[in-house]
């Protein structure tokens, strides 16, 4: 049975346990990323370095760099269908890019927050004070686990759309639904 002030103690493990397992999900999706770049024939120059020096938004570099990587051993590298591909292709780096920098925010926030002290007063038994605090109180972990939930959203967002740009033929080039054989729903969406 929980005690006296482990609700504090039990949110920021929770958390710490939530994040832990949205770094991992994270990851995965550079991974679904490239591979979906990659079927839709996606123009790859838009990972290019220059890009991300022109404006260095946070993580942007470090995420054109990690499809960049994932991509190398694409069987096509210059089989771009198009120069401007559609938003949800051409916003990978920028969008994870965010998404990575907000989650390492969160973290650091959330690992601050399970190594300090919440507890109000403190006794500082060497120095022989106790002391009144504010620190119950994390404005700073609220904000950066709210920005770390805005950053994967739109990292759900973008996927789900280019899900729906691989899956209608007229978009990708690629048959209806991913499915050679078609089938009662493949009509719908050609």
């Known amino acids: 049975m929980p005690g006296l002030k482990d609700g504090l103690a039990l949110i920021s493990h929770g958390a710490a346990l939530a994040l832990h397992a949205l770094d991992a999900w994270l990851d995965r999706q550079f991974v679904v990323t490239a591979l979906s770049l990659e079927g839709y024939a996606a123009n790859l120059a838009i990972q290019d370095p220059h ?7 946070p993580g ?5 760099d990690r499809l960049r990587e994932l991509l190398a051993s694409k069987a096509t590298p210059d ?36 190594n300090g002290t919440t507890t109000s007063p403190i006794v500082l038994v060497q120095d022989g004070h106790i002391l009144s605090t504010p620190n119950f109180h994390a404005p700073t972990l609220t904000l950066a686990l709210d920005a770390a939930a805005g950053a994967l959203a739109h990292v759900a967002v973008s996927g789900a759309l280019r899900v729906c740009k691989l899956l209608t033929a007229r978009f990708s080039g690629l048959p209806a639904y991913l499915s050679p054989v078609g089938g009662g729903s493949a009509s719908y969406v050609s």
């Not at 890009?51 to 938004?57: D, E, I, N, T, V």
């Not at 942007?60 to 054109?64: D, E």
């Not at 920028?94 to 601050?112: C, F």
Request: proline share 4%; hydrophobic share 65%.
């Open 60 to 64: 942007q570099a470090a995420a054109a």
């Open 51 to 57: 890009l991300a020096a022109a404006r260095p938004a």
């Open 79 to 114: 089989a771009a269908r198009n120069l401007k591909d559609a938003l949800c292709f051409r916003l990978a780096a920028p969008v994870l890019g965010a998404a990575r920098a907000a989650l390492d925010a969160a973290i650091q926030n959330v690992e601050i927050e399970i």
